[in-house]
């Protein structure tokens, strides 16, 4: 069983930025593919970007790409967004996700295990 617990999260105000981590409390396998997931209010939860543990191939959707970056360590079995030039419409709760398969999907439901998810207010 794997847990996933993320941090990082907070109150900033536009232009600034944040790097959220997510610590795996369970053995991570080097063909598994973390992944990060938002969800804004009235919304459903959008792909952000993953990172595969083995390689450190990582993939970002267009709507962030350039201001987000994901990375791991893979000794402290943590993967972290950092994410730069915040804006208002980044505001959601971010979760990390596991994705066991290794086929490295975009949709939620390709993901096997989240955590509990951390918020991200971005606001003047």
């Known amino acids: 069983q794997v847990q996933l617990v993320e941090s990082g999260g907070g109150l900033v105000q536009p232009g600034d930025s944040l790097r959220l981590s997510c610590v795996s409390a369970g053995r991570i396998f080097s063909n598994y593919v973390m992944a990060w997931f938002r969800q804004a209010p009235g919304k459903e939860r959008e792909f952000v970007g993953f990172?595969?543990?083995?390689?450190?191939?990582?993939f970002i959707t267009n709507s962030v790409k350039g201001r987000f970056t994901i990375s791991r360590d893979n000794a402290r079995n943590t993967v972290y967004l950092q994410m730069n030039s915040l804006k208002p419409e980044d505001t959601a709760v971010y979760y990390c996700a596991i994705d066991k398969t290794g086929f490295a999907r975009t949709t939620a439901s390709g993901y096997s295990y989240w955590g509990q998810g951390t918020q991200v207010t971005v606001s003047s």
């Open positions: 990172i595969r543990w083995n390689t450190g191939g990582t």
